[in-house]
C-alpha cells in the first residue's frame, strides 16, 4: 500500500471525531508521524474544535514549510525557521511597495495560495501568527520534543513586528445581532416551510442561550436537551422551559457539564422543528434537501454562518456585516441594553473572562451614556 492510501485510511479512522473534508489533501501533505500525532490527540480524549485548529494550522505550517524551504517540517523547529515564519507573515505593507523582498516571497506567497491555503491579502493578523506557533508548539511537545519557541529572539521579533505595523481590533462580525436586529431576521421566516421553521428554531435557541457558538449549534443534539418544570409567570401563565446541555466547550475545564436555559418562546420554535422535522434523537439541526427531505446529517458549523447571512439579505440588511458569532456579540449586547447585570447575562452565555464580556457593556454603555452626548 503507497503511503499516501495508509495515511488515508489511518485519517478516515478518526473522522468521526475530527470532521475532514480534504482528508486526499491532507495525506499527501502530512507526514506519517503527523498523522500518528493527530490519532494520538484524539485517542487522548482532546475537542473537536481544538483538534480541528490544530490540524488546520499543522496542515499550513506544513505547506508553508514546503514551499519555503523545499522540505517537510522539521521537528523540533530550529530558532532559525521560527523566526523565518514570523518575517513571512508579519511584514510592513509600506516596505513591501518599494522593497520586494520584504516579508513572504513571491514564490511562496503563490505556491500557498495556488493550493488554497492563502486567501486574504498582505500580511496575517498578529493573533493569527500567535496562534499557529502556539499550534506548532503543543504539536511539538505531544512527540515529547522541546521547541525554540520561549526564546527571546523569537518574542521580541514577534513584538517588534507588531509595533511596526500596527492593525485595528476588529471584531469576528462587525455587527452585533441585537432584539432589533434579530426580530427582523425572524420576521423572514415566517412561513410553515420545513426551511423557515428550522431557521427560526436555530436563530432563536443560538441567541437566547447566550449567544452559543455555531460549532456548539451545529453539534446539538436531542440527547442533550432536558425538559424542565414550566416557569410560572405573574400573569397565572406558565412557559415552556429547558436545558441545553453543552458538556465539556471552548471555555469549559476539565469535565464540568455547562447547562444553559431556554425559556418560552425559543423553546415553542425549537420543538416546532423537532415535531415537524420528526426528529427524536440524534442531531438537532439538520440539512434539507431540495424536495424537503430531512438529512440524518448535522449541518456543518459553516452552514449556521450562511443561514444567518442568508436571513440578512431576506431582511434587506447588509449579509457582509453579520456573522454567526454576531448573535454572541449581540446577546451581551442586548443584555446590557436592557439593564441586565453582567454576572447573570455571563451565566447564560458561559463567558470566563469578565474582561471580555464586559467590553460589550461598556461599550452599550458608553454610546448611550451621557459622556458621548456633550453637545
Given at each position: 500500500?503507497?503511503?499516501?492510501d495508509?495515511?488515508?485510511?489511518?485519517?478516515?479512522?478518526?473522522?468521526?471525531?475530527?470532521?475532514?473534508?480534504?482528508?486526499?489533501?491532507?495525506?499527501e501533505?502530512?507526514?506519517?508521524?503527523?498523522?500518528?500525532?493527530?490519532?494520538?490527540?484524539?485517542?487522548?480524549?482532546?475537542?473537536?474544535?481544538?483538534?480541528?485548529?490544530?490540524?488546520?494550522?499543522?496542515?499550513?505550517?506544513?505547506?508553508?514549510?514546503?514551499?519555503?524551504?523545499?522540505?517537510?517540517?522539521?521537528?523540533p523547529?530550529?530558532?532559525?525557521?521560527?523566526?523565518?515564519?514570523?518575517?513571512?507573515?508579519?511584514?510592513?505593507?509600506?516596505?513591501?511597495?518599494?522593497?520586494?523582498?520584504?516579508?513572504?516571497?513571491?514564490?511562496?506567497?503563490?505556491?500557498?495560495?495556488?493550493?488554497?491555503?492563502?486567501?486574504?491579502?498582505?500580511?496575517h493578523?498578529?493573533?493569527?501568527?500567535?496562534r499557529r506557533?502556539?499550534?506548532?508548539?503543543?504539536?511539538?511537545k505531544?512527540?515529547?520534543?522541546?521547541?525554540?519557541?520561549a526564546s527571546?529572539a523569537?518574542?521580541?521579533?514577534?513584538?517588534?513586528?507588531?509595533?511596526?505595523?500596527?492593525?485595528?481590533?476588529?471584531?469576528?462580525?462587525?455587527?452585533?445581532?441585537?432584539?432589533?436586529?434579530?426580530?427582523?431576521?425572524?420576521?423572514?421566516?415566517?412561513?410553515?416551510?420545513?426551511?423557515?421553521?428550522?431557521?427560526?428554531a436555530?436563530?432563536?435557541?443560538?441567541?437566547?442561550?447566550?449567544?452559543?457558538?455555531?460549532?456548539?449549534?451545529?453539534?446539538?443534539?436531542?440527547e442533550?436537551?432536558?425538559?424542565e418544570?414550566?416557569?410560572?409567570?405573574?400573569?397565572?401563565s406558565?412557559?415552556?422551559?429547558?436545558?441545553?446541555?453543552?458538556?465539556r466547550?471552548?471555555?469549559?475545564?476539565?469535565?464540568?457539564?455547562?447547562?444553559?436555559y431556554l425559556?418560552?418562546?425559543?423553546?415553542?420554535?425549537?420543538?416546532?422543528?423537532?415535531?415537524?422535522?420528526?426528529?427524536?434523537k440524534?442531531?438537532v439541526?439538520?440539512?434539507i434537501g431540495?424536495?424537503?427531505?430531512?438529512?440524518?446529517?448535522a449541518?456543518?458549523?459553516?452552514?449556521?454562518?450562511?443561514?444567518?447571512?442568508?436571513?440578512?439579505?431576506?431582511?434587506?440588511?447588509?449579509?457582509?456585516?453579520?456573522?454567526?458569532?454576531?448573535?454572541?456579540?449581540?446577546?451581551?449586547?442586548?443584555a446590557?441594553?436592557?439593564?441586565?447585570?453582567?454576572?447573570?447575562?455571563?451565566?447564560?452565555?458561559?463567558?470566563c473572562?469578565?474582561?471580555?464580556?464586559?467590553?460589550?457593556?461598556?461599550?452599550?454603555?458608553?454610546?448611550?451614556?451621557?459622556?458621548?452626548?456633550?453637545?
Open positions: 500500500m503507497r503511503a499516501v495508509r495515511r488515508i485510511d489511518q485519517l478516515d479512522t478518526i473522522a468521526a471525531v475530527l470532521p475532514m473534508e480534504r482528508r486526499g489533501e491532507l495525506a501533505l502530512l507526514t506519517d508521524k503527523d498523522v500518528e500525532t493527530l490519532r494520538h490527540l484524539v485517542n487522548q480524549g482532546m475537542g473537536a474544535n481544538t483538534l480541528r485548529a490544530l490540524t488546520s494550522d499543522l496542515a499550513y505550517l506544513e505547506a508553508w514549510g514546503l514551499a519555503a524551504t523545499g522540505k517537510s517540517l522539521p521537528w523547529a530550529p530558532e532559525a525557521l521560527l523566526l523565518k515564519f514570523v518575517a513571512h507573515h508579519l511584514w510592513d505593507p509600506e516596505k513591501r511597495a518599494t522593497d520586494p523582498d520584504h516579508g513572504m516571497p513571491a514564490k511562496v506567497e503563490d505556491n500557498l495560495r495556488r493550493q488554497g491555503f492563502l486567501k486574504s491579502i498582505g500580511p493578523a498578529p493573533d493569527t501568527v500567535r506557533l502556539a499550534s506548532w508548539s503543543t504539536l511539538t505531544w512527540r515529547g520534543l522541546e521547541g525554540a519557541f527571546p523569537l518574542k521580541s521579533a514577534i513584538r517588534l513586528a507588531v509595533r511596526a505595523v500596527p492593525r485595528q481590533r476588529r471584531r469576528k462580525s462587525a455587527k452585533a445581532v441585537t432584539g432589533d436586529v434579530l426580530a427582523k431576521l425572524l420576521a423572514t421566516c415566517a412561513t410553515d416551510s420545513l426551511r423557515d421553521i428550522r431557521d427560526r436555530i436563530l432563536m435557541v443560538a441567541f437566547a442561550s447566550g449567544g452559543r457558538r455555531r460549532s456548539e449549534i451545529a453539534g446539538l443534539r436531542v442533550q436537551l432536558t425538559m418544570a414550566p416557569i410560572e409567570t405573574e400573569g397565572g406558565s412557559l415552556p422551559s429547558l436545558a441545553i446541555h453543552l458538556g466547550t471552548k471555555t469549559a475545564t476539565g469535565e464540568e457539564d455547562e447547562v444553559v425559556t418560552g418562546r425559543p423553546v415553542e420554535a425549537l420543538n416546532a422543528w423537532l415535531a415537524a422535522a420528526k426528529i427524536d440524534g442531531s439541526f439538520r440539512a431540495r424536495w424537503g427531505a430531512v438529512s440524518h446529517r449541518l456543518d458549523p459553516q452552514s449556521i454562518n450562511a443561514i444567518l447571512k442568508r436571513r440578512a439579505e431576506m431582511a434587506g440588511l447588509e449579509p457582509g456585516e453579520f456573522s454567526a458569532h454576531g448573535l454572541r456579540s449581540g446577546y451581551l449586547t442586548e446590557a441594553n436592557r439593564g441586565i447585570p453582567l454576572p447573570e447575562a455571563m451565566e447564560q452565555s458561559r463567558h473572562s469578565v474582561q471580555q464580556a464586559s467590553s460589550y457593556y461598556n461599550n452599550a454603555t458608553r454610546r448611550s451614556g451621557r459622556a458621548a452626548r456633550l453637545l
